[in-house]
């Protein structure tokens, strides 16, 4: 409790440096003040006004500094959050303060504004990082439900007209991926979802290929995203549009997590779906962007996103390729994986039964379907791959001709391709237009030698974002 009296005793430091310094409302401080580690005080210690009281109180929103009436209405926010506190949960730090992995830091709640997407932060076992997530975003994974209630019955109806299917993946999930599991448990009990709606959305690839192929019809494409990697002796960026449906254009959200057990991670995440399947980072310096492949293969076994998540708390770019290829992996996958450490980007494919790995060099792009040689073989859905993917693939085909080597491709450069609506509504800066749905929901760019990465909030052509710090 005394980290919440700490802040309460923000109001004093405030009025005692306002009649000191004659200062008004608002309090100065400079952006590199911001930066300075802060630390909790111990239970027994008295408190002072100190700045580094102050430091450790004031709730930051980037370089905004918080008056007293805005200080007054965030402690009333503050007074839910101890109902939380077994759980390790607080408020976040802002994108420009916050530490990835920093596990005995002060956790404060970034809302969001028109420039970035709410950011929260959790610690604790993986039921408690859970029911934090499913009570913070419950709304959202509802409105989730709620928009896509066409869709969502007929893939519920399907998936539950198997109960042995059902009870399949459930085993293999629980088997391979337990700590995932107790995780989406918690997001059920702390979003009132049904933990049973929540298994089968994040199964929603593979019941949806299955249900397709039953059906002998194609569901309108919605998603696909779009990646370019540059690689050279000198830098290394990954820059990724992350397509889906629109519905989720108002609910997309950001997370810090501490786990009690693996590495902390920073990633974007879709409401109700396990986090992993959007841009992710952790304090390993592994970062990890994917790409949804339409196979028609599906296996009984793991689903995608419940390995994607497993594979955000590994220490090495190997582990991470394990995970990712797991033998019990039910569906396909296109993965782009980054270790800072070791200046290395790998691509890798995976289907039910063969996988491609490749290292990355020079200008790499990939959509949805698969272009390595080894796998040119494998059953997708070649409507899919004509109308959609290949669109956005033939727009960064042609970006990337223009270039003869790596050098000249700035991160401007990046940007205006990935903003691009050539080929609309495929195009990869997506909007949704009439029946197709399809829409960029964020875009992120990391560039591993520079301090910082970028988050794109919605389509990449508003030019809405902000910067996070790598800080490993």
Known sequence: MDKYRNLLHTLQCQEERKNSAGSGDDIAKTTEEAKVDTKIYPENKSLKCTPELERLSLLEYGTHRVTRREF????????GVVLLGELGMNSCKSPKTSEIGKKDSIIKSGEESDMQFPLFEVSGTPFEIGLGIGKRFAEDIKKGFEKRSKWWKELKEFAMADSSLYETFLSAAKKHTPSVIEELKGWAEGSGIPFEDLFILNLKAEYGALKDEADRKKQTPVAGCSTIVIKDNKRLILAHNEDGDAAYLEHMFLLRVSPKEGHSFFCASYPGILPGNAPWINDAGIIMTTNFIYSKEVKPGVGRYFLDRLSMEKGTLNEVLDVCKHPERAYSFHHVIVSTKERKAISLEVTPQ????????????????????????????LQYVAKSSMTRWNVLSKWRASFNNPSPVTEESIMSVLSSHEGKPYSPCRHPEGEI????????????????????????????YADYPFRF
């Open 72 to 79: 007054a209405f965030n402690m009333a926010q503050i007074a």
């Open 437 to 464: 749905q399809g829409a960029t929901l964020l875009t992120a760019l990391f560039n591993i030698d520079k301090p910082s990465f970028r988050i794109y909030k919605n389509q990449p052509c508003l030019n809405k």
């Open 354 to 381: 063969k996988f491609a790995e490749k290292q990355i060099e020079g200008i790499y792009i990939h959509t949805n379907h698969l272009i390595d040689p080894e796998l040119s073989s494998e059953a997708q859905d």
